[in-house]
């Protein structure tokens, strides 16, 4: 019979039940057991309970995926080539966004500019119809959204009050960003229509604001002080220009400076 | 399709299937299956090599996390449905028995537990998706195997009772 070592620990029945125990080991933890009924009952219980776990949901694996968790439905054939795209230039490249913004900001700015507002179209199309969890922290969170942005994205960001004109603000998220984090802000009207602000680093001369429609919307774009903005929502143009003028005249108001203080 | 499509693909059933255990509920559990994809697939360009399938459990993990935590902003009563509960003796109780054993986990645990016994992570692997060491990820396992036999043992023990 092969001498017990005097301390099998719990960790090692663990390790046992799990087959995560060196080959070498097994032989002493079966005489073990042999030895102490108690011991191997708690083995046979936690396999036991590891069998119901199975039982009971093992065959969620077997179901057919649903039709909106199928890579069809997540990547639109055109956010396909923009990926596409993006990987060449990132390979090219050899590395990035630091690499990216090395280049000189000034030549790539329609390319960031388009990516940027795809981007942001893609986070308001996934986002905007989210009932249960549109946003990551809630408006009534305000300060906490924004002192969290802002460390992230290295900037200060500033979030636009539009209650002014009949917005409320439904919270935040954090986005990857094509080349940088990003931030995301939803806004709500009473009649349940929904604006989307995203905000994200770019080094790129200050710009005025363009619109552009697509897909059944509209969004104006804009690069303020080492941030570029995207403001999306109805195709009314004329409705869509009140709020990107709103934000913009909160955001242009004091003069942005590179975050630091929140580090 | 890349190869890193394809490994989220197949991954999609497993990540049903943890998601499910995790949160014992259908649509939540989609929800966050969901949300991972969509998150997976914008960062493919931060995703460099390594166990394409750990990396889902993580963002998953995560994701459920930070839902509990604006749950827990917000308090919302979720109660497993008692309405059939009565014949204890149906093939079915056993599964209910495992689902309340469960749900009285704490999140940490019930994650660590369903990606060793149902996923089939192993200890190394846990220990990555949650970010803490080995150590950790054995004690949150045996947290979790005590608390599941007290309840199943506390079980059979109000049932003898009853009888």
Do not use: C
């Amino acid at each position: 019979m092969i001498e017990p070592r005097a301390h099998v620990t719990e960790d090692e029945l663990h390790a046992y039940v799990d087959g995560e125990l060196a080959a070498d080991r097994q032989p002493a933890i079966e005489a073990w057991l042999d030895a102490h009924p108690d011991d191997a009952a708690q083995v046979a219980a936690w396999r036991a309970h590891a069998a119901a776990v199975r039982a009971r949901y093992g065959a969620v694996a077997d179901e057919s995926v649903p039709d909106r968790l199928t890579l069809k439905k997540l990547m639109p054939q055109r956010w396909l080539r923009v990926a596409a795209a993006a990987a060449v230039v990132f390979a090219f490249i050899g590395g990035g966004a630091g690499g990216w913004f090395a280049r000189g900001a000034s030549e790539t700015m329609p390319t960031a500019r388009a990516r940027v507002t795809q981007d942001a179209l893609e986070a308001h199309t996934i986002y905007v119809v989210e009932v249960r969890h549109p946003v990551e922290v809630a408006g009534s969170d305000r300060d906490h959204l924004v002192s969290w942005l802002s460390k992230r994205l290295g900037h200060t960001v500033r979030l636009p009050d539009l209650s002014g004109i009949g917005l409320k603000l439904v919270g935040g998220r954090l986005l990857p960003g094509p080349d940088t984090p990003a931030a995301f802000f939803m806004y709500e009207g009473a009649s349940g229509e929904r604006f989307t602000l995203y905000v994200a680093p770019l080094k790129a001369a200050q710009t005025s604001l363009r619109y552009a429609a697509r897909d059944k919307l509209g969004s104006f774009f804009w690069v303020d002080q080492g941030l570029s903005y995207v403001v999306i929502g109805t195709p009314d143009r004329g409705r869509l220009q009140d709020v990107a003028e709103a934000i913009y005249a909160q955001i242009d108001g004091e003069p942005l400076r590179k975050h630091a203080a929140l580090d | 399709m890349s190869g890193f499509r394809k490994g989220i693909e197949e991954t999609i059933p497993a990540l049903r299937r943890y998601a499910r255990a995790l949160t014992h509920d259908r649509e939540t559990a989609d929800d966050l299956v969901q949300d991972t994809l969509v998150r997976a697939l914008r960062s493919e360009h931060l995703f460099h090599g390594g166990e394409l399938r750990s990396w889902l459990y993580t963002i998953l993990t995560n994701l459920n996390r930070n839902r509990l935590r604006s749950l827990a902003r917000r308090p919302t009563l979720t109660l497993l449905k008692e309405d059939d509960a009565a014949d204890a003796s149906s093939p079915e109780s056993g599964a209910r028995d495992i689902e309340r054993a469960l749900a009285g986990l704490t999140e940490e645990q019930r994650s660590v537990l369903l990606l060793i016994v149902l996923e089939g992570l192993s200890y190394r692997e846990v220990a990555d998706v949650h970010g803490v060491p080995i150590g950790t990820v054995m004690s949150r396992l045996a947290r979790a195997r005590a608390h599941i036999k007290a309840h199943l043992d506390g079980t059979r023990v109000a049932l003898r009772r009853v009888k």
